[in-house]
């Protein structure tokens, strides 16, 4: 099993996706972990920190004598810094995805994510689900699918960027 670092528009997409959908007035995504109990209302800075911690942990486990951060796939906690912020940018911008996309986009980000112990019981893990619960919902408003964000090798973009 490989795994890599998706890209950073991809977690931002995935967050931005939950933020825009919660059901709350707080603008907060609730999120029930189903093994410790616990629920959690995660704003979306808080999401994106999230999702971006259990990729980097994943290829850190999965890849450990690569390098020190992301198991290689970043070289400094300064290109660390660059990926998360700009995770943190694309999470606030609209990304006009189908419901269908969303959940290729999860499917993607769980595997690229579950080589840390425990991956079932992470906050990741129930964010990741609750995202995906939330985009299944949605496909019954939503007009059939046009997938609008291609898979690159690297994980989801949108067309424009997955063929440059």
């Given at each position: ?17 939950a933020y825009d959908?919660?059901e709350n007035d ?138 440059a």
């Amino acid at each position: 099993m490989s795994a890599f670092l998706v890209p950073a528009q991809h977690i931002g997409a995935l967050a931005g996706f939950a933020y825009d959908n919660c059901e709350n007035d707080d603008d907060l995504t609730r999120v029930v972990n189903r093994v410790t109990n616990e629920s959690n209302d995660y704003s979306l800075g808080t999401m994106v920190a999230i999702l971006v911690r259990a990729n980097v942990d994943s290829l850190q486990a999965r890849y450990p004598h690569h390098g020190d951060i992301a198991g290689g796939f970043l070289d400094s906690e300064r290109a660390l810094g660059h990926y998360d912020l700009n995770a943190c940018a694309s999470a606030i911008l609209k990304h006009d995805l189908h419901p269908v996309d969303i959940c290729n986009m999860v499917d993607c980000l769980m595997y690229q994510c579950d080589n840390v112990p425990d991956w079932e019981s992470s906050e990741a893990y129930w964010l990741l689900r609750t995202i995906n619960d939330l985009a299944a919902r949605n496909l019954g408003s939503q007009p059939p699918a046009k997938v609008t964000w291609d898979y690159s090798g690297r994980g989801f973009l949108p067309n424009e960027q997955a063929s440059a």
